[in-house]
């Protein structure tokens, strides 16, 4: 009885030995659980998971409490991709399907002391964000709404294990990195996936807006559209012949609580947006928005969580009736858990990078 009970335990044990991992990594590998026979319905444990080496990484920027970071007191999480990077035609390359394990930008963050450089002018946290460089230069942007403020939390993390996620028919085994690095599990288009992170940097939106709190009426009849303080374009309407979409939603403030659970119907915002802004390697890894409204009310949203969503989850542009209180357009953020940065009255829209 214990020998038949002991077979499946063996045969995992001589599967996990018997993997054929990249010779590069050999060394690096660890004996482990691995699910080769499919006895589970996890799909995402069938290989061995390679360690990544992590170096130093550094907080600074917008916070009291700058200086390295502590990983034996984070908690591991995991995150599922299909990385796919641009080639030089601006084409999709996909590069292989993974899941990597680490340490989330949120629990990274959680304890570090804001001190925001514009706080006397605009105090709440959603005009903030982040840049994270790499030891060869490399730079990417995400805000601070989303790590803290998405559905799903812990998305985005510094990996430092990875695993092939194998094809059960053509048993494709993707190149597999070496060294730490980026996994923004919400991307489409992973050029946020930068390795060897080393340096991490609060900031909040370099630019200051006139606040004017309690404006009663607020309206705002058109959008004005900025490259680098440099004024594109002046929004007034929808394009002719777009789409909208409706998403049902429960709205719900971070401080108020309930506000409705009323439908919000309206046009994608990287589509209202896309000839003004289009899409790029560099737009993806590096530019952020402002998007203030009529009261100087602002949040700050990365390119990529605006242009390269793989969750469907997108922003809304929504056109109210006209003169409402609160309109033309505002910002339906239908990825957020909050209706933080749910822009009324939007008048600007900043791009950065």
């Known amino acids: 009885m214990i020998k038949n009970f002991l ?54 920027g917008e916070i009291a409490n700058p200086g390295k970071v502590d990983f034996s007191s984070l908690k591991k999480h995991s995150v599922i991709v299909k990385e796919t990077l641009l080639d030089s035609a601006g084409s999709d390359k996909f590069v292989g399907a993974y899941r990597y394990d680490g340490y989330s930008l949120f629990d990274i963050l959680e304890k570090r002391i804001l001190k925001k450089a514009n706080a006397e002018e605009f105090n709440p946290i959603i005009d903030l964000y982040i840049e994270i460089e790499n030891e060869k230069g490399e730079k990417v942007v995400f805000s601070w ?37 980026i996994v923004a599990g919400n991307d489409l ?29 607020m309206f705002s009849k058109q959008i004005r559209l900025f490259d680098k303080n440099v004024l594109k374009s002046i929004f007034e309407n929808y394009p002719a012949n777009s789409a909208g ?13 309930i506000h409705s659970t009323e439908p919000f119907k309206g046009l994608m915002l990287k589509d209202a947006v896309a000839e003004n802004y289009p899409v790029s390697r560099e737009i993806l890894k590096r530019g952020i928005m402002c998007i203030s409204a009529a009261d100087g009310y602002r949040a700050a949203f990365s390119c990529s969580e605006i242009f390269n969503r793989n969750d469907q989850q997108e922003f809304l542009l929504v056109k109210t009736g006209p003169d409402e209180d609160g309109g033309l357009f505002r910002i339906f953020p239908a990825g957020d858990f909050f209706s933080d940065r749910a822009i009324k009255s939007v008048s600007e829209i900043h791009l950065d990078y």
């Open 189 to 217: 288009i992973t050029e946020r996936n930068i390795s060897s992170p080393v340096k991490i940097t609060i900031r909040s939106f370099p630019r200051s807006f006139k606040v004017i709190k309690g404006l009663t009426p």
């Open 7 to 60: 077979i499946p335990a063996v045969f995992l044990l001589i599967a996990s030995c018997t993997q054929s991992p990249s010779p590069t990594l050999a060394v690096n590998s660890t004996t482990q659980f691995i699910d080769s026979t499919e006895m589970t319905n996890n799909f995402y444990d069938n290989t061995v998971t390679y360690p990544l080496i992590v170096k130093e990484l550094t907080v600074e």
């Open 245 to 257: 979409v409706t998403y049902n939603a429960i709205f719900y403030g971070r401080g108020r609580g």
């Open 145 to 181: 709404g989303e790590i803290y403020y998405p559905n799903n939390l812990h998305r985005i993390l510094i990996a430092d294990g990875v695993s092939r996620i194998v094809p059960s028919k053509t048993k494709d085994l993707w190149d597999l990195p070496v060294e730490s690095k």
